[in-house]
């Protein structure tokens, strides 16, 4: 399956473990609830995968990366203890606590979270001494005489053979015990994921063209040579942040993530292009409804490859602005919560408004350590609880004591941040509309347009300003495409009826 199918899997799995019944027993008893092992190539994002499962659960994350362990360090050590047995004493060997059941006890007392996900990383690639008691802990769930809490998923990941030489066939015994998952790349699912995590628009633009370059693995005269997953995401990191500082990103560079000099070197050359391009068509007066009529000229023209080039531009820019509206509104949204909260406690509680603060400081920290928050969740505490806090500092400053004052004055304070939604939203509608009259100039009702509402409809930034703020242009072309689709399938099935008739 592709590693959005496993994430589902995953995610129904941590469901059907942690549900109970009505007398609160696991429905799934604890002894049947295999763990989870994910095979699949390196880089293609197992351990992304694991990370978003547990945030979305609202569940712990503990993550290891198993190589890196050796057999004192994930067991434990040593102990010997008295025992008395039919009235004699013994010396019993014993262990203490594991570091890894450590980290998942401390989780637990630190977030209060009960239930999580322990992801051990590269699971057949542990080394001699310790492969022993890893196919214990995924048989039996314990290190030594220490057991891993009820609540908590098992899941490991590794890789085939084929792709490292220090991997460790496991048994029918342990395979026997574990819920097996075999997940293979996929661009259409990765590019979803791109889109999301607002990756470099020459990223996804030159694997939209050149999807066979997205994933590959070839032995050459220098050893293995590989383009992955994480190797373009990587990479996308690294060219947004040199392009703040005005930094170059060439062959080198790109040769530094993506292994595969053959590859490494047609994207830079192709990053060079984008870049070229952005100039040539001057797609920020684009958006703002400036063009001459050589552009449309120019376009109208250029090699096909050319044309999905500056639509990526172009996608990318409108991803940035609807982007930006929508943590707008989610910021919008996250302050209103907290302000009504300031508004029903205020008549008795004057100073709710820094207990408010430290609740969702305290929030965000629990959240940090149970490995739950992505960049943007991040982001957008960071953003409520500082503009919380500035509240607090100005209502002091301007002497707001009586709660009718603070509260007028809250509200207006607030009221600046969604006309700034409404002010980001309204630019970033004009930008669209610009976007379509533009690619309408240049291509009529092509194949071009075609290809650009659909890229609208997969972005989640961009359909989701569509589905909030409309686009006249937008649901225009859509039932046009509607109308297509419905009118070929009819002539698909009128063909395929006279063809019976000539055929019975």
Known sequence: MNIKEAKQEIANTLKAYLARDELGNYLIPPV?????????????GKTQIMEQAAAEAGVGLVSYTITHHTRQSAVGLPFIEKRVFDGTEYSVTEYTMSEILASVYQLMERTGIREGILFLDEINCVSETLAPMMLQFLQCKTFGNQRLPQGWLIAAAG???EYNRSVRDFDVVTLDRVKRIEVREDFGVWKEYARQRRLHGAVISYLDIKKENFYRMESGAEGLQFATARGWEDLSELILAYERLGLPVGRQVAEQYIQLPAVAGDFANYLELYNKYRNIYHVDDVLHGRWPAVTVSELRAAPFDEKLSVMGLLLSRLTEETGEVRRQDALCQGLHA????FRDALPTEPDILPCLIQERRTALKRAREAGQLDRERET?????????????????????SRPEDALEAVRDWFGGETDKRALLGELAGRQLDSAFRFLEEAFGQGQELVLFVTELTAGPDTSWFIETFGCDAYFRHNQELLFDDTRRKLQEEIAAAKA?????
Do not use: K, V
Not at 32 to 44: N, T, V, Y
Not at 380 to 400: H, M, T
């Open 380 to 400: 957008l505490s960071l953003r409520i609880i500082g503009l919380l806090d500035e509240y607090r500092l100005r209502l002091i400053q301007e002497n707001r």
């Open 159 to 161: 890789n085939p053979p």
């Open 32 to 44: 049947r609830q295999r763990p989870i092992l994910l095979m699949g190539p390196p880089g293609i």
């Open 338 to 341: 907290a302000l009504t909260e």
């Open 500 to 504: 019976a008739a000539e055929n019975p």
